[in-house]
């Protein structure tokens, strides 16, 4: 009900009868630090979501940590199509084989992490530093909390400052929102660096609430912390 209040489309749900929704709970602690208990639940099943038309000029498609064979499935489905996407396997990397993560991130428009799973990423594969993942997908985002973020091309390394918020409360969900924000600004068109930009001012709103999902902005608003951060065009 929650998503259709915001006009979300459904047809990407697949209900599974007996089963409960993936639950996650995460315990912070004053410096920010996690632990997290996950229950799969329904996402121990394949999504089973089949893409009508997709326009690769157009289209931009993400692969996050959710179900191990939609994981392994989507990559060559994308990379068949023709359709940019961004491998995002966070909490999944320790149960994917550096095999299959070099497989799957190659290819790929961007891989985007935090430095925690970025050092995982690159044991897993092998790797002695970041760039080389240049060698397997053009643009390597890596997000550092308060710090801010990377975004690492051939042409150098550019840091984008975090967005100065007097209440910080909780970071849970900080990076689900840099992401949602940067996906709607490429969306539109917009550089790469805007679109993380714009998703380090959605992650803004995240941290002044406890809790994911109890944040919200109106347009004005956002571009005033825009302004303040990035200045204006």
């Known amino acids: 009900r929650r998503m259709q209040k915001m006009n979300m489309p459904l047809e990407g749900i ?112 092998g790797m002695a530093n970041k760039e080389e993942l240049l060698e397997l997908t053009p643009h390597v985002v890596t997000t550092l909390g308060s710090q801010g973020s990377l975004l690492l091309t051939g042409e150098g390394e550019i840091h984008i400052p975090a967005v100065f918020t007097e209440e910080l409360k909780d970071p849970t969900g900080a990076g689900d929102s840099l992401r949602g924000g940067m996906l709607a600004a490429l969306h539109r068109g917009e550089s790469l660096v805007k679109a993380i930009q714009t998703g380090t001012v959605a992650a803004s709103f995240c941290v002044e609430k406890y809790g994911t999902q109890e944040h919200c902005f109106d347009q004005k608003i956002f571009d005033y912390r825009f302004s303040n951060t990035f200045g204006r065009e």
Do not use: W
Request: glycine share 6%; proline share 5%; hydrophobic share 35%.
């Open 14 to 125: 697949r209900h599974v009868p007996n089963e409960f929704t993936a639950l996650c709970f995460i315990t912070t602690d004053r410096a920010d630090n996690q632990i997290t208990g996950f229950c799969p639940s329904a996402m121990n099943y394949p999504c089973e979501y089949e893409f009508g038309q997709v326009d690769p000029g157009k289209d931009l498609a993400i692969i996050a940590a959710g179900n191990m064979s939609d994981m392994k499935r989507y990559p060559a489905f994308f990379k068949k199509q023709g359709l940019r996407y961004i491998y995002d396997p966070s909490q999944q990397i320790t149960s994917i084989s550096g095999e299959e993560l070099q497989e799957s991130v190659t290819g790929s428009f961007m891989f985007i992490s935090n430095d925690y799973e970025l050092e995982m990423m690159l044991k897993a594969l």
